[in-house]
């Protein structure tokens, strides 16, 4: 799977947007850009996941370059339980062995 | 919640002994991946099954092991334990397709001592 670069960390006033960077540059075209958080020690939760268009769900929106080098995460309204480590991961969704590759991530603080 | 339920929370044993971790997928998903996370090493992939067989291996030692039973729950057996053993244990699960979305569950946290 391609690599991925996030900064270490992030912080955002809460009710901001918060815009998290991933870098991606090796990503070929069958892999998909996927975003998972961990707050605290609890489970990675799985946020969004794209190819090439943009996208929107509940949580968050998704914006991928034309180029697809590279993604932004978009929380809209973060509130203090957004405080998290953001994942970027880059990966195959059909047919492959499916393991998840984690980096390091951005640890997103968000402040009254 | 993401549906995919692990036991125990907690696990406290001591060095050289053997533990089982169990997970349950959520309804319908086939595969079951287990992953580590420690505090030096970051989450990373241990083992994946799908459908009761093994599909994938990733960094697991010799002394771990794992199988998915016919109703799609899963194990990991952890033996000799060791001090460095000490971690939080995960078991995520995907659908039919092992290339789909993953959900993880509350995790297993073992403290060997």
């Known amino acids: ?112 | 919640d993401s549906g995919v339920t692990q036991t125990p929370k907690h696990l406290i044993t001591a060095t050289g002994q053997r533990v089982t971790l169990r997970c349950s997928p959520r309804s319908g998903d086939l595969s079951v991946y287990w992953y580590q996370q420690s505090l030096d090493q970051g989450l990373q992939f241990l083992i994946q099954y799908y459908n009761g067989e093994e599909r994938a291996k990733g960094n697991i030692l010799e002394r771990f092991s794992a199988q998915q039973f016919p109703d799609l729950h899963s194990e990991l057996n952890l033996s000799s334990l060791e001090l460095g053993d000490s971690a939080l244990y995960f078991c995520a699960s995907s659908g039919g397709d092992p290339g789909e979305t993953q959900y993880f569950g509350p995790g297993t946290r073992l403290l060997v001592l």
């Not at chain 1, 489970?43 to 996941?49: A, E, K, M, S, T």
Request: proline share 5%; net charge positive.
């Open chain 1, 1 to 112: 799977d391609a690599k991925t670069t996030q900064p270490p960390s992030m912080d955002c006033a809460e009710g901001r947007a918060a815009n998290l960077p991933c870098n991606h540059s090796t990503i070929s075209g069958n892999e998909y850009v996927y975003w998972y958080r961990q707050i605290h020690s609890q489970g990675p939760q799985y946020i969004i996941h794209g190819l090439k268009n943009n996208e929107t769900n509940e949580m968050a929106s998704l914006i991928i370059t034309e180029d697809r080098k590279s993604s932004t995460l978009i929380l809209p309204h973060a509130t203090l339980r957004d405080t998290a480590v953001y994942y970027c991961i880059v990966r195959v969704a059909r047919g492959s062995q499916g393991n998840l590759i984690f980096g390091k991530g951005t640890k997103l603080s968000v402040k009254p």
